[in-house]
């Protein structure tokens, strides 16, 4: 169905369109037959990104509004399929691509949110097509550690500041890291990275496992913050101090998470609601609070 009639490089031929769409709706249901319901797609992985050792495949734009609009979109509401369908799956540094499709009104009926990843541009790109189209979601999809970055405190400022405060400040409905778990050579793989870290290493000989930085970032937030919690607005003078602050679908607990990339320890006091409490926070740490 590509124009190099192989797994590696290319595009998707046009007269393949409606194929490609069935693919999906073929795909969707066997996973569900086998108890996997799918409840997000996107139609490639990086579709600005042509790699040279494993499958993928450049779509632009123009390419991804029709495929959306004209053929998958269409597929999956003829089949009464829930998944839905997200745009992009790329960069920061190319917002402008998610906004071109969604400025196609055939594809923009069926894009329920636009996807992110890490490895170019500003966090701050997620909120441009929030800001253009409030009723489009976003969500963080892709993020990953490795052998290039062994600094735990530098780590663990990155993965919480920018990914997990950074990314739902900018409206991001969920955060994920890519990989979940690798063994202690970075694998198994065929192509791509064969120096990323996991959340968590698994030991191939013992089964023993590791947490990695990545495994506690997440846990800051994902330890307390529920399922179906919403953000609530969390403000400070104190640019040192990045935050966001999460209502939990209990309508009672609060959830703030602070981290402190200062040099040096930094003060403050938490106001909410007329009570208050003070806290200290080491320089490059992180802090998760929560109160009903």
């Known amino acids: 169905m590509k124009s190099t ?36 797609i996107t139609l490639q992985n990086e579709p600005n990104f042509e790699p040279e050792d494993y499958p993928g495949m450049r779509l632009d734009a123009l390419q991804r509004a029709r495929v959306i609009g004209r053929h998958l979109g269409p ?15 790329h960069n920061w ?5 998610p906004m071109e ?20 541009g500003n966090v701050s790109a997620q909120s441009i097509p929030h800001s253009a189209y409030p009723d489009k979601d976003a969500y963080f999809t892709e993020c990953s550690g490795g052998d290039w970055a062994k600094i735990f405190a530098d780590n663990l400022k990155f993965n919480v500041g920018t990914l997990v ?5 900018n409206w991001a409905r969920g955060v994920a890291l890519w990989n979940l778990a690798l ?15 996991g959340v968590v290493t698994i030991d191939s000989k013992t089964g023993a496992y590791t947490r990695n930085v990545e495994y506690y970032s997440l846990a800051h937030a994902s330890k307390f913050v529920r399922p179906g919690a919403h953000r609530i607005k969390s403000e400070s003078a104190d640019t040192l101090l990045a935050h966001v602050a999460f209502l939990n679908p209990d309508q009672y ?12 320890a930094r003060s403050f006091i938490v106001r909410f609601r007329g009570s208050t409490f003070r806290y200290t926070l080491p320089a490059a740490s992180v802090v998760t609070f929560t109160w009903g």
Request: with cysteine; glycine share 10%.
């Open 253 to 264: 607990t609060k959830v703030l998470l602070v981290l402190n990339s200062a040099k040096e």
């Open 75 to 89: 597929r999956l509401e003829r089949a009464a399929m829930r998944t839905v369908i997200w745009d992009w799956d």
């Open 183 to 197: 063994d202690e050579k970075g694998g198994p793989h065929k192509g791509g990275c064969g120096n990323c870290r």
């Open 93 to 97: 540094d190319l917002s402008q691509s």
């Open 165 to 169: 405060i950074g990314s739902t400040n």
């Open 101 to 120: 499709v969604l400025a196609d009104s055939a594809a923009r009926k069926y894009v329920q949110g636009v996807a992110w990843h890490c490895y170019a």
């Open 5 to 40: 009639r192989s797994l590696i490089k290319g595009t998707l031929l046009p007269r393949f369109y409606d194929s490609f769409a069935e693919y999906f709706v073929k795909f969707i249901r066997a996973y569900g037959a086998q108890g996997l319901p799918i409840y997000a």
